[in-house]
Each structure stands twice: as structure tokens, then as C-alpha cells.
């Protein structure tokens, strides 16, 4: 990852919480590690639609069906211009131009 690049996160508070025993929790710990919800906006989503349709477009063996909630998450980093931090780094890799992806367990 570039040192210039501002780190941030996107997070989906539901996939998170797999792994926690209370909303509480996970809010605690998120805050912990200096994560933070980061909203939505025009750009982003339009872009998620942009990435949505080509990525429809080019569907063939081996695509899934449900990504477009992945392509949201995806825009909302490149939009305010932060890495996204994700154990499923394959379905964002050469979606979003410039976007840093991150996948913890392979750094």
C-alpha cells in the first residue's frame, strides 16, 4: 500500500459481527482499531452501478450473482479516497481503478 494514501477502512457492520457475541462488542472493538463507518455518497454509488453493469456485461462461468453490495463498498473507499481493508480482496482487485486493496492475512 502506498504511504500516501490516507488508510481507512470500510466496514459492513453485519459481516463484521459473524464474529462478535453483541453489536456492543463490535462497535468497541472496531473503535479499538481505529475503524470507522464512512457514509455513502453520489459518486460512490453511481460508480458501484458503473462497476455493477460492465462487471454484468462481461459475466461468465465463475461470476457470482450478489456482488453489487461488494461494488458499493468498493466505491464508497475509492470515492473518499481510502483503502479498503477485506478478506474477500477478489471480488474489488481491478474493479476500481487506483483503489488500494487490502487483505490482512496475505500482507
Do not use: C, H, W
Not at 464474529?19 to 460512490?44: C, P
Request: hydrophobic share 45%.
Amino acid at each position: 500500500m502506498k504511504a500516501s494514501k490516507k488508510l481507512g477502512a470500510i466496514q459492513v457492520f453485519a459481516e463484521a459481527s459473524a464474529g462478535m457475541n453483541s453489536a456492543e462488542e463490535l462497535r468497541l472493538a472496531l473503535d479499538e482499531l481505529g475503524i470507522a463507518d464512512l457514509q455513502a455518497n453520489d459518486e460512490g454509488l453511481f460508480s458501484a452501478g458503473q462497476v455493477f453493469k460492465e462487471y454484468r456485461r462481461s459475466k461468465g462461468d465463475g461470476k457470482k450473482d450478489g456482488v453489487l453490495p461488494d461494488f458499493m463498498i468498493g466505491a464508497v473507499a475509492y470515492a473518499k479516497g481510502v483503502a479498503l481493508i477485506t478478506l474477500n480482496d477478489k471480488d474489488f482487485v481491478n474493479k476500481f481503478r487506483n483503489l488500494d486493496v487490502v487483505n490482512p492475512i496475505k500482507v
